[in-house]
């Protein structure tokens, strides 16, 4: 059920710095619908480490569980739950179209395309587009939506199949996902295989630098085999021919990097001679920027846990908002339980009325905040913050943020 390291790097075979662990972890998205003892009891747990390849700037999870345990049939996370998101991906689609789709035999390949959040916006103007992914449910929806969409993982069996069908992609995109894949030289290999020799590759993710910086180690947990950086995707996808020819660093999760990679080595554009100064500058590569990090981390975990506790104590009701993936590792690693926080209320049906994973706090549908009132709500979903406030703005409640420090919200 897991896969384990031995202690060397998934990119670059190096040996790896191993230096956090968080103790046992459920699998962030593996929310709990049957809430009787024995499920409860029966939950599958790993042993998280994390680690960094002084070689390649790969930041890694070492005991990751089998993909099959992550992403299968009731995948939890629908990506269009935000509106903001929506726009950031209709935004893609546009340069897109405009940029790179431009013969007559041209299509987008979207890998880990979730709920078709991206390629809805081209199944809406009838531009071809494949999209792959793991989570059934997922699929299920985005062919709903119209959206031309196959249900399997990526790798050299399923590139093969979709070049037979569809020939060799102008475009492939990868947002939010190339860090949920663990045997990342196969899918770099099977990319560079199927991307036409004009063809532009897209990935965006959460930034490493950015995620150091906040101290934002929440972005931690199974799914998130990776934290990638310009230095680590150069590394990995240079061994297969593919080039970063430019990089725009977003906001978006906490700050996000998307890379532009083409098969021409000659290009690099101001930006990424920018970022790679950053990666230097920040010392993406030296241990004690990870064992500070790690500090960090835990004075978050238990200012967090010392700030609910003591709110409880007093009588006072503590709720979340946003049952993320992340409040996953923070909840279980700062171990802040069902017998704090009465419940952590989220929009997506999906996980309406389920347990989180590990810490068995009940979800609520975020409709109900308004009328329950409750006296503290600590704000998960962090990075949808003004999209949440302003839906919320007549929610009475004391909002309160954790990330880099406990901070009571005054919006005006
Ligand atoms: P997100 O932070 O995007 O992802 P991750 O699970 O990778 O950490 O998840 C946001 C969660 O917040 C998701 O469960 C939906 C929920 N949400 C709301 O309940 N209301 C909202 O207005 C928004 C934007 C999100
Ligand atoms: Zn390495």
């Given at each position: 059920m897991i896969n384990k390291l031995k202690n060397?790097?998934?990119?670059?075979?190096?040996?790896?710095?191993?230096?956090?662990?968080?103790g046992d972890m459920p699998i962030a998205n593996n929310l709990i619908t049957n809430n009787t003892n024995s499920t409860l009891d029966s939950e599958f747990k790993y042993d998280m480490d994390v680690a960094f390849c002084t070689k390649c700037a790969c930041f890694q999870v070492t005991n990751v569980p089998n993909k099959n345990?992550?992403?299968?049939?009731?995948?939890?996370?629908?990506?269009?739950?935000?509106?903001?998101?929506?726009?950031?991906?209709?935004n893609l689609s546009q340069e897109i179209i405009t940029k790179y789709l431009i013969g007559p035999d041209d299509y987008i390949l979207e890998i880990g395309c979730n709920d078709g959040i991206l390629l809805k916006?081209?199944?809406?103007?009838?531009i071809p587009h494949l999209g792959i992914d793991a989570s059934s449910n997922l699929v299920e929806k985005a062919k709903m939506d119209g959206i031309n969409v196959k249900c399997a993982f990526f790798d050299d069996i399923s590139a093969d199949e979709i070049e037979n069908e569809y020939g060799k992609a102008k475009v492939i995109v990868l947002t939010n996902t190339m860090h949920h894949i663990e045997n990342c030289n196969a899918v770099a290999k099977a990319i560079s295989l199927l991307?036409?020799?004009?063809?532009?590759?897209?990935?965006?993710?959460?930034?490493?630098?950015?995620?150091?910086?906040l101290g934002s180690f929440e972005q931690?947990?199974?799914?998130?085999?990776?934290?990638?950086c310009l230095s680590s995707y150069s590394y990995?996808?240079?061994?297969?021919?593919?080039?970063?020819?430019?990089?725009k660093h977003f906001d978006k999760h906490g700050g996000?990097?998307?890379?532009?990679?083409?098969?021409?080595?000659?290009?690099?554009?101001?930006e990424v001679t920018f970022y790679e100064n950053v990666e230097k500058k920040n010392k993406i590569n030296d241990l004690k920027t990870y064992v500070d990090f790690k500090e960090k981390s835990e004075k978050i975990c238990s200012d967090l846990l010392k700030f609910v506790s003591d709110k409880v104590s007093k009588g006072y009701t503590v709720c979340g908002y946003g049952a993320t993936a992340k409040s996953c590792t923070i909840l279980n690693y700062a171990k802040i339980t069902n017998n704090l926080l009465t419940c952590i209320y989220d929009s997506t049906p999906f996980k309406i009325n389920k347990l989180t994973p590990g810490t068995h706090i009940p979800i609520r549908d975020a409709k109900l905040i308004k009328e329950d009132q409750p006296d503290f709500t600590i704000l998960f979903?962090?990075?949808?913050?003004?999209?949440?406030?302003?839906?919320?703005?007549?929610?009475?409640?004391?909002?309160?943020?954790?990330?880099?420090?406990?901070?009571?919200?005054?919006?005006?």
């Open positions: 060397s790097c998934r990119v670059c075979n190096n040996s790896i710095e191993i230096f956090m662990n968080f345990l992550m992403f299968n049939n009731s995948y939890a996370y629908f990506a269009s739950e935000s509106k903001e998101m929506i726009n950031h991906f209709y916006n081209f199944s809406d103007q009838k991307l036409s020799k004009d063809g532009v590759l897209i990935i965006e993710d959460p930034y490493l630098v950015d995620m150091i910086d931690i947990y199974a799914e998130h085999n990776f934290i990638w990995l996808f240079e061994m297969y021919g593919i080039y970063i020819n430019d990089v996000s990097m998307r890379y532009y990679f083409s098969k021409k080595l000659s290009i690099k554009s101001k979903a962090w990075n949808h913050k003004s999209e949440i406030l302003k839906k919320e703005r007549l929610t009475k409640t004391t909002w309160i943020e954790y990330i880099p420090e406990i901070n009571e919200i005054n919006e005006n």
